[in-house]
């Protein structure tokens, strides 16, 4: 049965044909993925098993590579966003907020102050919609369907919000050098409020459906727990670091964007377990909260909402059919006819699922030299096959959602 | 306390001598260079010396620049962050273009182990003592290596995105 899976002189058919229990049961081989509801997303792993326990695992990842590094050294600068996007797409617009803040730090561009507070607030909407997937997918995968349900109108929510902004709703392509494309709608603060009143009532419901269920703590507390020096040794970021008990955050290591501003705690746990992970990110969202709240009340008044900076910040179209600078500045920014200096930029933010990192290398022309995206996903995927050994194959899944591997961010 | 650079600099120079050169900051990043034989070497000395302590390997890429000598066609690009004083630092080194070789450090950090993986997919460069160096995103049966600026993304002939066009070299922005 096992050759179809499974060329004859893979490892796995060695082992298989030379270890056999003492009862005379065999070892078998199961493919997870790529394609299962039980993934959400596109992994395969290959993995020996014992009966239900899993022996070792094999991922194999790529299956949508999209090479945005290759095609990002053939673009202009602002149409790099796009790619970022659809890295991981449940919380883009930490993605573009973090690709725009790279540029700004190669161009030396200062970010006007109520420019950054909207940003943090919907880097901070973000983060809640990634959180509020992972957490309640985690549910569904115990078998809790109803907190899924509920709370997922509010992704919904939060996607309105977005499209105020910025008219897109997944794939936002959010903002520009120097802040956003247009100011945020009076309709864009309504909604926020909205979901500010109403989110956390649902959220406190759905916390208490889990944090102290005994079937959920049951499913999840130790299993799939790291320590925290595997867990810097395999590179985690974020709130799978910080369930082990790291409390590093790149908002709170290299403020960017003025978090400096903004008073919240950074959650840790003590384990590493999936549990632990469920309960920072829960425990995130408030924090997430929280901020925006403080944004909103810090926000200076004014409506400016990006930085005068003319040679890379598109000009206002009515402008550009009557005045002729503005069209010639129009004509050189579409054309991604800037001027850039040569330098090389590392700038990271705190996305999603850790330090989303952007490394630029220009060499003056209109497209990067070179740019590397550190994806936290690619880089603490690794330590899967070494979390689930050992483990059953229900808590596997378990496992895999817990930590909120997106497989756009994993393939780049 | 924070971590200065000239601590970084003394240290590394008392104890690589002339195998780390070219100090200097970079906008918010420390960098430096080292001869890639050393790069083992470099990596633990830096993460287990006890005043430096870089505990975390953020980043590892490469970068390809056809037109150096063929000894110094590709860059690999370490970034590693200490988490106690908040520092970070780069640490480059160039390997031959042609036969890129470099020791591997994924015994010092796992992580390197899949960013590793993908600088050979996207390179070609051969990790020295790598447990398994084989295709990570891209397919097993690709021959080329993607990154390398000899492969074009779009179709070689087209004239309409020629930087020309514009009056533009790389000498005159």
């Not at chain 1, 239900?52 to 290759?70: D, N, Q, S, V, W």
């Not at chain 1, 730090?105 to 970010?111: A, F, P, Q, R, T």
């Not at chain 1, 050994?389 to 756009?408: E, F, M, Q, T, Y």
Request: glycine share 6%; proline share 5%.
């Amino acid at each position: 049965m096992s050759e179809l899976l499974l060329p004859p002189e893979h490892r796995y058919a060695k082992i298989m044909k030379e270890k056999l229990n003492d009862d005379g049961s065999e070892l078998s081989i199961l493919n997870l993925g790529p394609t299962h509801p039980a993934t959400h997303g596109i992994f395969q792993n290959i993995l020996l098993m014992d009966g239900e326990r899993i022996l070792e695992a094999e991922p194999t990842i790529g299956y949508i590579h999209r090479a945005f590094e290759k095609i990002a050294e053939n673009r202009p600068f602002y149409q790099i966003t796009p790619l970022t996007d659809r890295m991981n797409y449940c919380s883009s617009p930490i993605n573009n907020m973090g690709w725009w803040m790279t540029l700004e730090k190669l161009l030396d561009i200062e970010v006007p102050k109520r420019a950054q507070y909207l940003r943090v607030i919907v880097m901070e909407l973000a983060r809640i919609s990634d959180h509020l997937i992972c957490n309640s997918i985690l549910g569904v995968d115990t078998g809790a369907f109803t907190g899924f349900l509920y709370v997922f109108q509010f992704r919904e929510k939060v996607y309105e919000i977005y499209e105020e902004i910025c008219g897109a709703r997944l794939t936002t392509n959010m903002g520009r050098i120097g802040g956003f494309e247009r100011d945020w709608s009076p309709e864009a603060f309504r909604k926020l409020d909205l979901f500010l009143e109403e989110f956390p009532v649902a959220w406190k419901e759905f916390e208490n459906l889990f944090v102290r269920n005994r079937i959920f703590m049951d499913r999840t507390i130790n299993v799939g727990a790291i320590t925290a020096e595997e867990a810097i040794s395999y590179g985690f970021t974020g709130p799978n670091l910080r369930a082990a008990g790291v409390d590093y955050d790149v908002r709170v290591a290299q403020p960017y964007s003025s978090y400096e501003d903004f008073d919240f705690i950074v959650p840790v746990g003590k384990s590493g377990d999936t549990y632990d992970r469920f309960c920072v990110r829960n425990a995130e969202v408030w924090e997430s909260l929280s901020i925006i709240r403080q944004a909103l009340a810090k926000m200076p008044a004014g409506n400016e909402y990006h930085a005068e900076v003319p040679d890379y910040y598109l000009p206002p179209k009515e402008d550009v059919y009557t005045s002729m600078e503005s069209l010639i500045y129009h004509f050189k920014i579409v054309m991604g006819e800037v001027p850039v200096p040569v330098a090389e930029i590392y700038h990271p933010v705190e996305g999603g699922n850790g330090e989303l990192g952007f490394y630029l290398v220009t060499d003056g022309s209109r497209t990067p030299y070179r740019l590397h995206f550190r994806r936290p996903c690619f880089i603490y995927y690794q330590a899967y096959p070494d979390m689930i050994k050992g483990a059953l194959l229900s808590d596997a899944i378990v496992i895999l959602s817990s930590l909120n591997v997106i497989a756009g961010e994993l393939d780049a | 306390m924070a971590l200065e650079n000239t601590v970084i600099q003394d240290k590394l120079t008392e104890t690589f001598g002339e195998n780390v050169f070219h100090f200097n900051q970079e906008k918010d990043i420390f960098s430096f260079e080292i001869t890639a034989d050393k790069i083992t070497a470099v990596i633990l000395f830096l993460k287990n010396d006890p005043i430096l302590r870089f505990n975390f390997l953020t980043d590892l890429c490469a970068i390809h620049y056809p037109d150096n000598e063929v000894d110094r066609q590709i860059t690999m690009v370490y970034h590693m962050h200490n988490w106690y004083d908040n520092k970070r630092v780069k640490i480059k080194a160039f390997i031959n273009g042609d036969k890129p070789e470099i020791k591997t450090i994924c015994n010092i950090f796992k992580s390197a182990n899949w960013m590793e993986r993908e600088t050979y997919d996207f390179y070609g460069v051969d990790f020295i003592g790598h447990p398994q160096l084989k295709r990570i995103l891209n397919m097993d049966e690709m021959v080329s290596f993607p990154m390398r600026k000899e492969f074009p993304l779009e179709d070689g002939g087209r004239t309409d995105k020629d930087d020309r066009f514009f009056g533009r070299t790389i000498d005159n922005c």
